[in-house]
């Protein structure tokens, strides 16, 4: 549960609340309209939103006015007075505002738990067991699609970095520019979650060195754990809308999630939740979506999986196994199974059969530690994600018309089995091949 630090608030946790507003009531209007939840116990955040999202799926016990809208709000209340808050007629749900982490994996997770602990290869090793170096040679390296990274937060070139930070996005031989963002200052830090959102845009552009990048930072400082569902929330909101007016970005890459069902019930299992409401929003509107499974695999899942949230069935959470998004897990470059690698069916309804494939991970790119004994290596489901979000940048540029459902099934249809044969919950399809899915299309 996250408490709110506020000295005022003690005891209080934040919340994300769905607002059912006027179809014209403007942001003045809406805040003046939580001012009657206040005698419920809760506080509004006046720094946040309000977030525009879907209306909900029509419930017959609670029927939406004429000319209703949905909106996301956030504020605090005393955790025995969120369902008095629920029960409000202008309230569609409450929810806490759940926690996010990333599913990086470096040199402290081996791929199976015992001894190996090293990197499988490099990025060069990467571009040749994936066979993206050939779809360069062709003339293609990502240029024109722009890839969303929902993260941690990006420095790049170009924008008021502090000095501190360094190195920037792009690093050689990548080209492709950090074009935009959210909030205002995208692009000006990646110091949330170690770096995380920097590994994820290096390992994109070492699939897809021309692509160009939006930097989506869900992490804000001054946050106590900096990354939560209602920034997530805001970004994809910023990202659709954006999408809406300049048909970019194209490619929304998510590597975190939750590791504990407790942590955010709605988050885990709830179809219905807000963010995977929004999730759903975008992919309506011909965004390409790809979430990390996880690294909660029953084999070696990380320290911070909850005890019942390990292994088949129980450790694909939340949106990141709705049954659109491409789900990724993670193999290495010596085409073995990652043990952490979350396993399906996944856990939000309608219980999808997942992951649908496995990406590249361990390998050495972003961290440049000078040292090999003491440098990381990208890893986890979160590297394998970001490469295969570099993949499908590779297909979009290619074939600009791509869907989500045809990426979904050419990385399936062209995987190569390393488990069982066909599909199976570990592995999804098996590793995806870039090249045979370029050929392919």
Same mark, same amino acid.
């Given at each position: ?191 949330? #979650? ?19 990048? #939006?930097?989506?930072?869900? #992490? ?198 390393? #488990? ?22």
């Amino acid at each position: 549960m996250t408490t709110d630090q506020h000295p005022a608030r003690s005891g209080r946790i934040r919340v994300v609340v769905q607002l059912i507003v006027s179809e014209g009531a403007a942001v003045p209007d809406i805040f003046e309209a939580t001012r009657a939840l206040k005698s419920l116990g809760f506080e509004v955040d006046p720094s946040y939103g309000p977030i525009p999202i879907r209306s909900p799926r029509q419930d017959p016990k609670r029927p939406m006015k004429a000319a209703a809208r949905a909106v996301v709000v956030r504020g605090w209340i005393q955790p025995d007075r969120m369902a008095g808050l629920a029960q409000h007629p202008d309230v569609r749900r409450v929810s806490e505002d759940a926690r996010l982490e990333p599913f990086a994996a470096g040199r402290s997770i081996p791929v199976d738990c015992t001894t190996r602990g090293d990197a499988s290869g490099d990025v060069k090793r990467l571009a040749r067991k994936l066979g993206v170096d050939r779809i360069w040679r062709a003339g293609y390296d990502g240029r024109g699609v722009v890839v969303g990274v929902v993260d941690a937060g990006i420095t790049a070139f170009g924008r008021p970095v502090d000095p501190m930070e360094e190195p920037a996005i792009p690093q050689r031989p990548a080209t492709g520019r950090v074009v935009g963002g959210w909030p205002d200052d995208w692009g000006t830090t990646a110091v949330g #979650w170690g770096q995380h959102g920097n590994m994820m845009a290096f390992d994109i552009q070492a699939v897809a060195p021309g692509a160009s990048l #939006w930097d989506i930072r869900i #992490w804000q400082a001054g946050d106590e754990f900096g990354a939560y569902v209602s920034n997530a929330i805001s970004g994809y909101r910023e990202a659709i809308d954006h999408h809406a007016l300049h048909g970019e970005p194209h490619i929304l890459s998510n590597s975190w999630g939750l590791y504990k069902h407790a942590v955010d019930p709605a988050y885990a299992s709830d179809p219905d939740s807000e963010f995977a409401v929004i999730v759903e929003e975008a992919l309506d509107a011909g965004i390409l979506v790809l979430f990390a499974a996880g690294n909660c695999g029953a084999s070696c899942p990380y320290s911070l999986c909850g005890p019942g949230d390990t292994g088949s069935g129980k450790s694909i959470l939340g949106p990141n196994g709705h049954p659109r998004v491409m789900t990724v897990g993670a193999a290495d470059l010596d085409d073995d199974w990652c043990g952490y690698s979350s396993q399906g069916p996944a856990v939000l309804p309608p219980n999808a059969p997942k992951p649908d494939f496995c990406g590249y991970s361990r390998f050495e790119g972003f961290f440049p530690d000078a040292d090999p004994a003491l440098r990381d290596f990208d890893g986890g489901t979160s590297a394998a994600t970001a490469v295969a979000a570099g993949v499908v940048a590779l297909l979009k540029q290619k074939h600009p018309d791509l869907t989500q459902e045809e990426a979904m099934a050419i990385l399936c249809e062209t995987a190569e089995d390393i #488990w069982s044969p066909g599909f199976d919950l570990n592995s999804g399809a098996g590793i995806i091949r870039a090249k045979a899915a370029f050929d392919a299309i």
